[in-house]
């Protein structure tokens, strides 16, 4: 069909001029182009569709060669296995408390230190900030030893605390809102809620709070992403079964002497569900965010 | 708690200047005081507690057992597995960088400048970006399978034996490098189209007036103003390379052939700090991690500014 229209265009877009003739004289470049950007396409998501495939195959199709790519009788077995071969459930849990527990710490620790950043001056305040952007720039592997230390001082070792110490706080977060509040949080409305009588708790609770209500959002799947995905820490802070993450156990489970990748695949996709969710249905907040902030 | 603080507050509407500036100060100490606790504890504290653990032989029990003053650096200079991972980290994050930044820059120029409705394929692009690491990179080593892997059937295609990609650190290195391409080469290309998007179109109209055919505003225009965004993005993509842990140490663990694992640096701060105890040590290597990442930030600063 393109090649059709193709050679309809080329004619008539020789004798004329301007963005428009311009643009479908391209054509012919568009379509190999697209060509390109499909198979470019094909191969990022065949991971996906790989683990997807390989999750409902049974055992003995998992390991057949050549491989399906479709699964000839596929089965939700490895499913049920996964849940069999360890505490998947349990650590399914682990991962949603510290995720959950961490993201709302996130969001509101980054919103009332973004928004006083944003608004207060005092003296010695900018100071305070510029401190906090100095080290959000240090990666965390570099103090992960002094931090283990340190819980292990606390007798955080192998508790839901000692996993989410490290991101009780977010650095980007705290930037992130304050930006927010100097762009778009309108100072007369505190100072008219002051002269109302609210309280200062009252204006960030009731005014500032829900005014940065998309900033937020934003933050808050960033954080569910990054939380979720943690695996360094996680690592290093547990020592029994029971305060294992997802991520833990799977990584856990292929290093068995004989590894299973049906259920390993099945559970690498309950992993990656959450994520997948918030990405199918917020996807143009979760680019435009990244796009504007440059968040990593 | 926020509420009862707010009832105490609601005092007389009449406030007087230092009232009001009592109650701002009021709320920022209390509001700021447990975040700053917070993050002194888990972060600024740790920070310099690494760079003075460096500082010291650490034993079992004591970490601070033995001042030793520069010894751990100077030992680091003729560790062999530092060496190497120092190397491999490196050749890790210029292949990563060379590979990402180019096609995240290729992808960005056609999806901006030849395609219309190029939502479908920044989607699909981006798309492992957001995915955590662990499972990807499980389905990454089951496709890298010496015996049943999906790469391996792609290569029996073209009548190449079976591969094992990641048995060996000079081959399983590169297939992390590509796998590490292909997570973050969205999110490059984002960035960067977002650059695009930011040029005032000015600039290619007047080169276009002026005669320039469409590559030649692409080379001479887009390409030169992206400069600071590029830059960016290779800061951004080499500093995560460097800090890359978890797709290695899942996709090698117990894989590669015994004591020839991918050597790399938070590996050994790892190995060195939590197997061996050798936490002076380990600080000392997380420090030169530091200052890599330090210098990498600081040049991007340097050129934004003299490019602006």
Known sequence: MSMLEFKKVKPDSLGTFGRNTQFRRELWWRIPLHLILIIGAGLMLLPFFWMFATSFKPPTEVVAWPPNFIPENPTLGNYGKVFELMPFARYFFNSLVITLTCMGTICLTSSLAGYIFAIFKFPGINIIFIIILATAIVPFETYMIPLYLLMKEFKAIDTYQGLMAPNLIMSFGIFFMRQNYIAFLPEELLDAARIDGAGEWKIYWRIVLPLSSSALAALAIYAFISVWGAFIWPLLITNSSDMKTVELALAGFQTAYTVEYGPLMAGSVICLLPILIIFILLRRQIIESVAITGMK | ?308
Do not use: C
């Open chain 2, 1 to 308: 708690m926020a509420r009862s603080f707010s009832s105490r507050k609601e005092g007389p509407a009449h406030l007087g200047g230092s009232t009001l500036q009592r109650q701002k100060l009021l709320f920022v100490f209390v509001g700021l005081t447990p975040i700053l606790l917070i993050y002194g504890v888990v972060r600024i504290w740790p920070i310099i507690r690494t760079f003075s653990l460096s500082l010291f032989d650490s034993d079992l029990v004591k970490p601070e057992a033995k001042f030793v003053g520069f010894q751990n650096y100077t030992d680091l200079l003729s560790d062999d597995s530092f060496k190497t991972a120092f190397i491999n980290t490196s050749l890790f994050a210029l292949g990563t960088v060379v590979a990402s930044l180019t096609l995240g820059l290729a992808l960005a120029l056609i999806l901006t400048q030849f395609i219309r409705r190029s939502g479908i394929y920044q989607l699909v692009y981006f798309l492992p970006f957001v995915m955590p690491i662990v499972p990807v990179a499980i389905v990454w080593r089951w496709i890298y399978d010496p015996s049943y892997g999906l790469l391996n059937l792609f290569l029996s295609w073209f009548g190449i034996p079976k591969q094992a990609f990641l048995l060996y650190p000079e081959t399983g290195l590169w297939a992390i490098v590509a796998m590490n391409v292909w997570k973050v080469v969205g999110y490059n290309m984002v960035i960067l189209i977002v650059g695009i998007r930011n040029i005032p179109l000015l600039y290619s109209e007047a080169a276009a007036i002026d005669g320039a055919g469409r590559f030649g505003v692409l080379r001479y225009i887009t390409v030169p103003l992206l400069k600071p965004v590029i830059l960016f993005v290779l800061v951004v993509t080499t500093i995560g390379a460097y800090n890359v842990f978890t797709s290695v140490y899942v996709m090698t663990q117990s894989t590669t052939a015994s004591g020839n694992d991918i050597k790399i640096l938070v590996g050994e701060i790892v190995l060195n700090g939590f197997r061996y105890s050798k936490m002076g040590y380990a600080s000392s290597e997380a420090v030169i991690l530091f200052v890599v990442v330090m210098l990498l930030t600081l040049i991007q600063f340097r050129f934004v500014r003299s490019d602006t």
